[in-house]
């Protein structure tokens, strides 16, 4: 074994370490920052190791891609809004798997007549998954820049066409392992495995991405593992099964959120935008409108008040006027907290990001469960852009696209003050029941324009 090859292996088990002590910090809010730039140094030592292979023998290439890369790449770091993760982080779940399919293919490309048959069915697991991830993630990121509609789009027999073609699929992979020359049917694979991220993608409604997101990452984590078996790199082994675990978790604590199954969100068709059925409670009922000045008053006398943050906050940019309003009131003496739905926004943790970039204070924030039976001990509650995780038609309304997902317990407050541009639905397409009862005020328009008038009447005397 030659320096060069020691050093490379000496890379990678430094970098491995650094993965597994990035995820350890990413466990908590206090220590996320740190685990974050231990895992980014961890792949900077990935790479410059990488570099080192012995089957490496130009770096033209390499250096023009890192180059294209870091034009690319650092733009996107500095200049998108963290309102616009969601759609960012979906687009590095695409590039993520096409990276990992033209590994795939180029390997193929190369090697097909030399490879064995646990080679081959690496090499096809990666292809398979990477395809999948690759279109599967440009579906969701259309889904939620609002490119694609957010509605399910379904057809009949979609489900029963995926299921063959997922066993199609299959059966090829298969087949390759015992006969790898075959080139025509691996690129069929290829083919399937593209056409299978848009058709599974399709039919999942915007309320149910934060789990599509927590899936392809999973997805992309795996490939990439089998890529480091087909090309026997310690590190993309560790790498991927770390990625793919941690996503598939995650995948499973979203779906426990929303007191759904994995069948449930794949081949449910939930989250579609329609306006039926209806919340029977809610229909033609009246509602309490209210202006920020009428919002202001019922907070001066508050002595506790719990802010809770949806996806209308994210669209509205309103994070930095909501901590600012939260300022006025612990100012005034007003203890103020945050409730955290998980499924609040369009990716896990989309809330908290949103508040930390406003740099609200970590202690400030609690999850569904802590916090949950503090609701009827509230004063004021305010609802900025959160829609069916407040809807008391989980509990109350059986039949209901959302009947017995967990809720934050909104309504059991003294006062509710929704902020909200008007009475539409949400992805669930149901009526709010929250929005008609007589402890809840409305107050329209704009979060980010509502919350800082809001703000300049709490300053008034």
Not at 81 to 105: C, D, Q, W
Not at 317 to 334: F, S, V
Not at 338 to 353: E, L, S, T
Request: hydrophobic content about 50%.
């Amino acid at each position: 074994m030659n320096v060069r090859q020691i050093i490379y292996l000496a890379t990678l088990f430094a970098a491995s370490l650094l993965f597994l002590f990035g995820l350890l910090g990413l466990s908590h809010p206090r220590s996320a920052r740190r685990g974050m730039i231990m895992a980014a140094f961890g792949m900077l030592i990935a790479v410059l190791g990488t570099l080192l292979h012995q089957r490496i023998v130009s770096y033209e290439w390499i250096i023009g891609g890192l180059v294209v890369g870091t034009i690319i790449g650092i733009p996107m770091g500095l200049w998108i809004p963290m309102t616009k993760m969601p759609e960012r982080i979906a687009l590095s779940h695409a590039f993520g798997g096409l990276a990992v399919a033209l590994v795939g293919v180029a390997e193929y490309y190369n090697y097909h007549n030399e490879l064995s048959s646990f080679n081959m069915g690496a090499i096809g697991f990666e292809v398979l998954l990477g395809t999948v991830t690759f279109t599967g993630s440009l579906i969701a990121f259309g889904k939620l820049q609002g490119i694609l509609s957010g509605r399910p789009q379904t057809f009949r027999g979609q489900n029963l066409m995926n299921f063959i073609l997922l066993g199609v699929a299959l059966l090829i992979l298969i087949f390759l392992v015992v006969q790898p020359t075959q080139q025509a049917v691996f690129y069929a694979l290829t083919s399937i495995g593209l056409l299978l991220g848009v058709l599974l993608v399709l039919p999942i409604g915007g309320a149910d991405m934060p789990v599509v997101i927590c899936l392809l990452n999973s997805y992309a984590g795996l490939a990439a593992a089998a890529t480091g078996f087909a090309l026997n790199n310690p590190v993309l082994i560790v790498c991927g099964s770390l990625d793919g675990g941690s996503g598939f978790i995650l995948a499973l604590i979203m779906s426990k959120a929303m007191n759904r199954s994995f069948q449930n969100v794949i081949f449910g068709a939930f989250g579609a935008e329609v306006h039926e059925p209806k919340s029977a409670d809610a229909g033609g009922a009246p509602i309490r409108e209210g202006t920020p000045e009428d919002a202001a008053e019922l907070l001066k006398i508050a002595n506790s008040v719990i802010i809770v943050p949806g996806y209308g906050m994210a669209v509205a940019q309103a994070q930095h006027a909501a901590c600012d309003l939260a300022a006025i009131l612990e100012k005034n003496g007003t203890p103020v907290r945050y409730a955290i739905h998980p499924v609040a926004g369009r990716m896990p943790g989309h809330m908290n990001v949103l508040l930390a970039e406003a740099n609200v204070p970590y202690d400030q924030l609690f999850e569904l469960e802590a916090i949950n039976d503090d609701f009827p001990r509230t004063d004021v509650s305010i609802v900025v852009g959160a829609n069916d995780v407040v809807n008391p038609a989980a509990r109350n309304t059986p039949g209901s696209p959302i009947f017995g997902m967990p809720i934050l317990n909104v309504d059991q407050s003294k006062a509710v003050i929704v902020l909200k541009r008007s009475m539409n639905p949400g992805f669930a397409g149901i009526e709010n029941e929250l929005f008609v009862l007589p402890n809840t005020m409305m107050v329209f328009g704009d979060a980010k324009t509502t919350l800082t008038k809001i703000t300049a009447a709490m300053k008034q005397e």
